[in-house]
């Protein structure tokens, strides 16, 4: 079978949202629990299929700690890799060659991609992030606003009191 075709019929077999805004290449977006969604984008080339979805923005601090906690979390990895792009923002990327393009292998890829990236997010932006989520937390605590997304990093807080 195609790989579009096998690719458009797991995303309708999984429910999923998508979009295809060229020809052989389908965005799809993954839904998660600490990371709300995740866009994953599927590049179909010639002889294999390329994997990339986006994981966080570039850190604003504890870079060099950040990359060294990825690369040893590589290790564990099935098919799909941490990696950064030149703005310095986070990614997973994978490759496989087109024939082992299958529903069954694509299942274990949306798995892959959301258990990589939902486990990991909201250590990354506390690794990444924490003194951004302090100060947000200070503004929302100030205005009364809502801190339901926040709570996750209460600690971060507390810590200081």
Same mark, same amino acid.
């Given at each position: ?14 429910? !999923? ?12 977006? !993954? ?60 990614? !997973?990327? $994978? ?15 949306? $798995? ?15 690794? $990444? ?33």
């Amino acid at each position: 079978m195609d790989p579009r075709e096998t690719i458009l019929e797991s995303i309708a077999e999984h429910k !999923l949202e998508f979009e295809e805004p060229v020809k052989n290449t389908i965005i799809v977006t !993954l839904p998660g629990i600490k990371k709300l969604h995740t866009h994953c984008v599927f590049l179909i080339g010639q002889h294999s299929l390329s994997i990339n979805a986006f994981v966080i923005r570039k850190p604003d601090q504890n870079q060099s700690q950040i990359h060294e906690w990825l690369l040893h979390k590589n290790i564990n990895l099935y098919a799909l890799s941490y990696a950064v792009n030149e703005l310095g923002d986070i990614y !997973l990327v $994978g490759r496989l060659p087109l024939d082992s393009v299958t529903s069954s292998e694509l299942d274990r890829i949306f $798995g892959a991609v959301l258990e990589y990236c939902d486990t990991t997010f909201n250590t990354l932006l506390e690794m $990444g992030f924490a003194d951004a989520i302090r100060r947000e937390w200070a503004w929302r605590l100030s205005r009364g606003e809502s801190m339901e997304n926040l709570k996750a990093f209460a600690h971060l807080v507390e810590a200081e009191r």
